[in-house]
């Protein structure tokens, strides 16, 4: 019975990324087996040293040439293609006595790897199996930070040694690149990149993951310190612009942003995925306390809750620690551009100083679209949405619009109905839409939407208490064409009569 044959993928070059699998096989393997160029060292045994045992067999297999001349009768090819040779026949010896061959490959044994002149000599004569690493392709994307592919992009693996004229050419028509085998080709290599016009955007990788990893914008690079573990990537466009160097640990880059995010109206199952993720990836959450209280604590993250009625100078906060490169999300309870923090943040944002800190609004479930789902849907036609507070604008304004609502029979929207400070306006609100609309209006009061005391109260104009209303309760006011189903579930029909 024979031995089996194994390729083993050993990973770029940190011995931590040679796979379980991988380090098991190396440790039980009779026979293992490893390419050097003539000086002897194998870059292959150092990583898998951690791996190895006593009593192992070892299998030196040293190249006859690399890049230097031969006076073999068949040139380069026939020294290399006659060594492959002589090689398989030595690990076949092992597999004939019945002995496990590993044969180590940096990166994966499939890619651009030494092993698969052996497969091809062997795999049909012995049992086989190759074992996957991760490729310095990768190991390389991740040295720098960079995606290689997004979405629908084409990624385009080439080695170096094709000439200036093809590398140009494949690197013009494509996403993103890798150029493999430099050494002694990067000058071509790096005169492909810029006929291509894609120079300034490429990144050098050298030795990735390993404690001798360099890397450098490719534009930079001298040719003369390119050894041949190394290579040019092109990375995604998509991406856009990110610093080669090593980024420090909680930002202090130029990536800082306020992201003003919208909770929804109370239930976690209201925060909406995009939400969720801008939650996930700040350093830094800013908002009012109740609201703030909402978002799960993480202890990598810094939380400043603050009170309701200071929002300038939450904003001003926020932007004062995005502009030193912190990624800061101010929190919003329901959608953060409806009565809420997006408009305060990007008007201060205006403020000279400011300019170049990026704001970007994820939106929200309302309030008003909650209370109304749980009612029916009295928003199914035109509707208007006000906030009873005059903290902001002077009563006599709130009490224009609504008569001018009320007239115009839209379905109307209440936010801030009545406060321990605010506690006559609603009862004056009543009287103004009264003016113009029936008692019978229908009315929807929302308490508590989506958290622990929610409560759904369906009354109409006449018989609506203003006692029984708080802060944490919205109003819908219904148009003249609103109904109760018999059901109980409260809608506006989407018609209007002519």
């Known amino acids: 019975m024979t031995g089996r044959l194994y390729g083993v993928g050993l990973g770029p070059g940190d ?44 299998e030196l297999l040293v190249y006859p040439v690399t890049t230097e001349t031969t006076d073999h009768p068949g040139g380069y090819q026939g020294a290399i293609d006659e060594f492959y040779e002589a090689a398989a026949a030595r690990l076949a010896a092992h597999l004939d006595a019945g002995r496990d061959v590993v044969v180590l490959a940096e990166g994966d044994p499939f890619f651009y790897g030494s092993y698969m002149h052996m497969h091809k000599r062997l795999a049909h004569r012995y049992p086989t199996e190759v074992v996957p690493g991760v490729t310095s392709v990768s190991g390389a994307a991740a040295a720098v930070g960079r995606p290689l592919v997004e979405r629908d992009e084409v990624l385009t693996v080439l080695p170096g040694t094709l000439p200036a004229d093809e590398l140009a050419d ?45 890397t450098a914008p490719l534009a930079d690079v001298d ?102 490169g912190r990624r800061v999300a101010v929190v919003s309870s329901g959608d953060p551009g409806v009565f809420a923090m997006a408009a305060a943040v990007l008007e201060v944002a205006g403020r000279p100083g400011f300019e170049d800190v990026p704001v970007r609004i994820v939106p929200g479930l309302t309030a ?85 005391e929610e409560q759904l109260t369906v009354t109409t104009l006449g018989d609506l208490d203003p006692e029984t209303v708080d802060m944490r309760c919205l109003l819908i006011i219904g148009s003249s064409r609103t109904r109760v189903g018999a059901g109980g579930a409260v809608w506006t029909p989407r018609t209007y009569p002519g």
């Open 15 to 58: 011995p931590e990324l040679v796979t379980v699998k991988a380090a098991r096989l190396i440790a039980a393997a009779d026979v293992v087996a490893f390419h050097a160029a003539r000086h002897g060292r194998s870059v292959a045994r150092g990583i898998a040293e951690p791996y190895l045992r006593e009593g192992q067999i070892e």
């Open 223 to 324: 040719p003369a310190s390119v050894p041949y573990f190394s290579l040019a990537l092109l990375p995604s466009p998509l991406t856009g612009e990110l610093p080669v160097a090593d980024r420090p640990a909680g930002g202090g880059d130029a990536s800082g942003e306020v992201v003003v995010v919208g909770l929804g109206p109370g239930a976690r199952h209201w925060t909406t995925p995009e939400a969720a993720d801008a939650l996930a990836t700040a350093e830094v959450l800013i908002g009012y306390g109740p609201y703030l209280d909402r978002v799960p604590a993480n202890p990598r993250q810094e939380r400043f809750p603050t009170d309701n009625r200071v929002e300038a100078e939450r904003a001003a906060h926020a932007l004062e620690l995005a502009r030193s």
């Open 368 to 452: 008003a679209q909650a209370v109304a789902s749980r009612a029916g849907a009295p928003l199914g036609h035109d509707f208007c949405v006000m906030s009873l507070s005059d903290v902001l604008k002077p009563w006599d304004v709130v009490v224009d619009r609504l008569r001018h609502a009320a007239a115009a029979d839209l379905v109307v929207a209440l936010y801030n109905p009545r406060s321990k400070h605010r506690p006559h306006q609603l009862g004056e609100a009543q009287k103004v839409l009264l003016e113009t609309r029936s008692a019978d209006t229908v009315v929807v009061v929302g308490r508590d939407v989506g958290g622990p």
């Open 170 to 214: 494949r690197l013009a028509t494509t996403d993103s690149a890798v150029v493999m085998k430099l050494g002694r080709t990067f000058p071509q290599v790096r005169e492909a990149f810029d006929r291509a016009g894609v120079l300034d955007r490429a990144l050098y990788v050298e030795r990735a993951t390993t404690d001798r990893q360099r």
